[in-house]
């Protein structure tokens, strides 16, 4: 194992995210706090519980899970496009590397990233919306795995992109939609049953689940369905980065 | 004896079916300064690309200090240090951080005595901290030497180090490159300035359409293939040659006033000697006299026009 190239790598990932502080942190965070404020403490007065939770408490983890899904993406995303696009990816093809400490210093930094803003939204929410959180490894555990997760998914969209606008259809026009429809702002058991059936085939339903379960131990599809999903996921977006580095695919001529 | 680059059979087609490379047999030595010349799109780039991992092989196999560049990449890796002949930085790290990360890249441990004198010898000292586009073309260009340099590497490849390069910098690296010669590293660069490889290159090669035609010592090559000229500015304009003098290689100017010898450097001794001999024995003087030995441009265009011939 070449620790000193994921180390380099990561940490030059990192220093990245230093520089750009506002975009990538602060941004997330004070957008994030809007929804709070409009739906937890303006809009959330006024609305029913659901499953015995205050309506501000409730949407937390789905707009953790949104900022999650989002800046997972776009951080790994762009953190291999843009050497791609400039040429720098030269040196790392050139370095004594293994695909996998490639992957572990991209990925690993995206999703590190990805944590420390889901935290930090979750701490921000103290100051708008009262909750608590039931089982809080499991929450922990499901925040990391998600965020590893997306940021393969993410690293797999940098590769496979040939353009920026590229880079942004991918949040844009699947995982925004979905996540908004993923049960992020209702229960899907709010919805009738034609449409709890089809919802069911959104992939996000489960993240989702699983993760306001292990706020106010409760959730829309049972607990293990979920983490059998997420781990699903995982596999995918792992298999595809092997193709993609035993193949070569865009990244050597 | 094996070299510390063993190029065997290689060949690169590219996506779309060009031929960039064909059947490619190479060995560069231990310690040599090997030059790599040949006209826009001869292959020189990609061949270095391959050796370096960028590019992969169509088939063929590259050997770097006997480790397999595909099978045993990593020890093969860590012994190269590339400059690309594109620049391309990242424009908003510190050039400290920029070259500090090319050496964990390549799996050495934090060293700041050698980045510091790194940057020291490549006079980017003062600008550590700058940002990469704060700097000028010919700053970066040291910037990526720098990074190539921070690992270390006992094998370098310079693809056209000094395209966009002035001349005082032109000879600042190529004292350079004498200086990591001397300390052992093996160097492989492309040029266009002729002049280059022959101020530094211990051996030339010379490609052309992904072929490889030619490898030679530098002296040996131009003595083999260069040709010497001697002028003779004549006092008196002669109408003609003389029949008694008149010999291959023997040029009379229109003028009737210069008189232009030339002949290979091989060739026997005395033949210049002779021919002054003979002008004095007819009586034609000369007021100057100047000899020149062709320069490897000379040789790389002649080479060059004959295969294309
Ligand atoms: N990615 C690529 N896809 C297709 N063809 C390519 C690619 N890269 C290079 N080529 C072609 O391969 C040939 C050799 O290119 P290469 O860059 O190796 O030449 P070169 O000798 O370095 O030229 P120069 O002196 O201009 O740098 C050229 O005809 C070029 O068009
Ligand atoms: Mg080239």
């Known amino acids: 194992m070449n620790w000193h190239a994921i180390r380099a790598i990561y940490g030059f990932e990192m220093a990245r995210t230093r520089r750009t502080l506002m975009q990538s942190i602060a941004s997330p965070v004070i957008s994030t706090s809007l929804y ?25 983890p789905g707009l953790i899970m949104l900022s999650l899904l989002n800046e997972s993406i776009s951080n790994a ?36 990233k990805s ?47 040939d353009g920026f606008e590229k880079l942004q259809i991918v949040p844009m026009m699947l995982v925004t939609p979905l996540t908004f429809l993923g049960g992020s702002f209702y229960s899907i058991n709010m919805l009738p049953p034609l449409w709890q059936t089809i919802t069911l085939f959104n992939p996000v339903v489960y993240l989702i689940s699983a993760f306001r379960w292990s706020f106010y131990g409760v959730a829309d599809v049972a607990v293990e369905v979920s983490i059998i999903a997420i781990l699903g996921f995982l596999l995918a977006c792992l298999v595809g980065i092997y193709w993609i580095f035993r193949t070569g695919y865009r990244l050597k001529e | 004896m094996t070299g510390i680059i063993e190029v065997n059979g290689l060949n690169k087609v590219y996506r779309g079916g060009f031929e960039a490379l064909r059947n490619v047999d190479l060995s560069i030595r231990q310690g040599e300064i090997f030059a790599l010349l040949g006209p826009n799109g001869a292959g020189k780039t990609t061949l270095i690309s391959i050796v370096c991992g960028i590019v992969t092989p169509s088939s063929g196999q590259v050997l770097a200090d006997g480790h397999d560049i595909i099978t045993d990449y990593r020890a093969a890796r860590a012994k190269i240090g590339l400059v690309p002949q594109e620049l391309t930085t990242d424009a ?39 940002r990469i ?81 030619l490898v030679e010592d530098k002296t040996a090559l131009m003595d083999k293939l260069g040709q010497k000229e001697l002028r003779l500015q004549l006092s008196e304009p002669l109408a003609t040659l003389p029949a008694a003098i008149a010999q291959p290689g023997l040029v009379l100017s229109d003028d009737g006033y210069r008189l232009t010898y030339t002949y290979d450097s091989h060739s026997e001794q005395g033949s210049v000697a002779a021919l002054l001999r003979q002008l004095g024995e007819h009586g034609i003087e000369f007021t100057d006299l100047q000899s020149r030995q062709s320069s490897l441009e000379d040789i790389f265009v002649s080479l060059v026009h004959e295969e294309a011939a």
């Open chain 1, 77 to 112: 995303s762009f953190g291999i496009y843009f050497p791609r696009f400039s040429g720098t990816i030269y040196e790392v093809l050139s370095a004594p590397v293994s695909p996998m400490e490639i992957v572990m210093g991209y990925v690993g930094a995206a999703a590190s």
């Open chain 2, 92 to 130: 908003f790290e510190s050039v400290w951080n920029t070259v500090s990360f090319s050496r964990g890249l390549f799996g050495k441990p934090r060293n700041d005595a050698h980045i510091e004198k790194v940057l020291r010898d490549l006079s980017l000292w003062d600008k550590r901290d700058s």
């Open chain 2, 133 to 213: 586009l704060e700097l000028s073309g010919g700053m970066k260009r040291r910037v990526m030497i720098a990074k190539a340099l921070s690992h270390e590497p006992q094998i370098l490849f310079l693809d056209e180090p000094t395209a966009g390069v002035d001349v005082e910098l032109r000879r600042d690296m190529w004292a350079m490159v004498s200086g990591l010669r001397e300390a052992g590293v093996t160097i492989i660069l492309t040029t266009h300035y002729i002049e280059e490889a022959e101020a530094m290159a211990d051996r030339i090669g010379v490609i052309r359409r992904g072929e490889l035609i």
């Open chain 1, 36 to 60: 709070f404020v409009v739906f937890g403490s303006a809009i959330g007065s006024r609305m029913v519980e659901i499953d015995g939770i205050s309506y501000g408490a409730f949407i937390i």
């Open chain 1, 115 to 161: 944590v420390i803003l889901g935290v930090l939204i979750l701490l921000t929410a103290r100051l708008f919306v009262d909750y608590h959180i039931a089982h809080p490894v499991w929450m922990l555990t499901f925040l990391v795995t998600t965020a590893l997760t997306f940021s393969l998914f993410g690293f797999i969209i940098g590769i496979w992109a």
